[in-house]
């Protein structure tokens, strides 16, 4: 899984050369040096108990991080994968996405109607830890546990919050109805079986509790067009949606429209889902969704190659040169603000029936 590939442009497989996906030899070749004169650049951006719980505990198997051209994942425990490094590079853009989200949903954590008080809350795939850090400093009454496969989290958090170790896509430790709020934020891509992730979730919610998924389409859109054939970002999440299928984890679950009807099957009642525009750079003139895609922006350029490298080497055959060469033309789309590129984020949740 870490060797890198040798195969040149010419001999990567049919299915990414296949139409609409472009060839990686279209970025090697020459650019229209009209083109580059046209680009306005938008300058820099800165823009159970616990003898029953058989919670991993942090040890030195965990920490044992693979290094894949130069960046570190997640140590291979059980059937965990996750495609993005553990590194501080990527961690920062992680966070960068956290802000970007809040900012989207108007300063909100969640839209499910949780009920205020002494609660229980998990985050499941919490990263670095973030989202779970800001909950239980607005809700000091609630109790939160925060989950990942990589210890990435902070030492310094609120006391009514821990962060455990745990992969879950195995079966879940916790006691049946054991939390009010079960919130799982950007698991795309790492998951092989939804229905039964959900189903999990269904089982560790008390009845009448609420279970939130958010999750983005990684497919470019754009209402003007510009968005087209013959762009990285046209071809950006059609790679993507090849790379994850090849390995058997879907990125399609917003395109699909798959996770209410999975919400549904898993037992959730009252089930809703909003989809949310998300500029991918600065090109809006509104100011507040120019300052989403600022972030937006300013979270892929944070690390950009973390979010590429292993899945388009490990997947798809590229050779670390040729995702370079292919990211080298995603940056200089970026810049330019006569293409109009968004994302659709989805935010699904759905109630367990009380009994």
């Known amino acids: 899984m870490a060797a890198e590939s040798s195969q040149s442009a010419a001999a990567l497989p049919a299915s990414v050369t296949a139409a609409p996906v472009i060839s990686t030899t279209h970025w ?81 954590l969640y839209l499910a109607p949780i009920d205020e008080g002494p609660i229980r809350v998990l985050d499941v795939g919490c990263g670095t830890g973030i989202w779970a850090i800001d909950f239980a400093d607005i809700h000091p009454e609630a109790e939160v546990i925060g989950t990942d496969i990589s210890p990435s989290q902070p030492e310094w958090v609120p006391p009514n919050l821990k962060f455990e170790i745990e992969d879950c ?38 009845p009448g509790g609420w279970v939130e998924a958010v999750d983005p389409s ?78 937006s922006q300013l979270a892929m350029e944070q690390d950009l190659d973390g979010y590429a490298m292993y899945l388009f080497t490990n997947a798809l055959g590229w050779s670390a040169q040729q995702v370079t060469v292919f990211l080298a033309r995603v940056r200089k789309e970026m810049r330019d603000l006569r293409i109009q590129p968004y994302f659709l984020i989805e935010v699904v949740y759905g109630k367990k029936p009380e009994y």
């Not at 650019?31 to 108990?49: F, I, M, P, T, Y």
């Not at 799982?184 to 189903?199: K, M, N, P, V």
């Not at 994850?244 to 990125?251: D, E, F, T, V």
């Open 28 to 108: 090697t070749e020459p650019q229209d040096e009209r083109e580059e004169e046209d680009v306005r650049e938008d300058g820099d951006s800165a823009l159970g108990d616990d003898a029953a719980s058989t919670t991993a505990s942090l040890s030195a198997s965990i920490l044992e991080y693979r290094t894949i051209h130069g960046r570190t994942y997640h140590s291979l425990q059980g059937t965990a994968e996750h495609w993005t490094p553990n590194d501080d590079a990527h961690l920062e853009s992680m966070d960068c996405v956290h802000h970007c989200l809040t900012l989207l949903l108007d300063n909100k």
């Open 169 to 206: 896509t195995q079966p879940w430790t916790y006691q049946p109805s054991s939390f009010d709020f079960i919130h799982l934020r950007y698991l795309y891509g790492s998951i092989t079986d939804w229905d039964a992730l959900y189903a999990q979730a269904f089982k560790a919610c008390k």
């Open 218 to 295: 990684v497919n470019l859109r754009s209402d003007d067009g510009s968005v087209r054939e013959g762009t990285a970002f046209y071809d950006w999440g059609r790679l993507f949606n090849e790379a994850s299928s090849k390995l058997g984890r879907s990125m399609s679950m917003v395109d699909d429209q798959s996770t209410p009807e999975s919400f549904k099957r898993a037992g959730f009642v009252d089930v809703r889902s909003r989809t949310f525009k998300l500029p991918a750079t600065a090109w809006p003139r509104d100011p507040r969704l120019q300052q989403l895609g600022a972030f």
